[in-house]
């Protein structure tokens, strides 16, 4: 059974920086992408940033330049070091993942969430 668990919201101040992570347990032995994704209240689920490994990566527009994802994948957990955060960043956000290589932000094409946490920016 695969379950991703992620930590590290909190609540943060406009400009400041968080960094969330995502253990993943019993997935193994196959290719797969995962992804950071965000729900605002009264807003749908959207993509934040995808890891495929082998230095592939994609990013929201609206994150670009301010948020990083990355994994280590000896110890099996994906990151998000959010930096310069903005009161539009407030959601909760979820880790994701799905078998196959393709980097989509299509949230129903994702096999596996996360509980979420929770990210609060402050004006």
């Known amino acids: 059974q695969v379950q991703l668990m992620e930590s590290g919201g909190g609540s943060v101040e406009a400009g400041g920086s968080l960094g969330l992570s995502c253990v993943v347990t019993?997935?193994?032995?196959?290719?797969?992408?995962m992804g950071w994704f965000r729900q605002a209240p009264g807003k749908e689920r959207e993509g934040v940033a995808i890891?495929?490994?082998?230095?592939?990566?994609r990013y929201a527009e609206s994150v670009k330049d301010r948020f990083t994802i990355s994994k280590d994948n000896g110890k099996n957990t994906l990151y998000l070091q959010m930096n310069n955060l903005e009161p539009d960043d407030t959601a909760m956000y979820y880790c994701?993942?799905?078998?196959?290589?393709?980097?989509?932000?299509?949230?129903?094409?994702?096999?596996?969430w996360g509980q979420g946490t929770q990210v609060t920016v402050s004006s």
């Open positions: 890891h495929l490994g082998y230095g592939l990566t």
């Open positions: 019993g997935y193994t032995h196959y290719s797969y992408c």
């Open positions: 994701a993942a799905r078998f196959g290589s393709a980097m989509t932000f299509a949230v129903e094409e994702y096999d596996f």
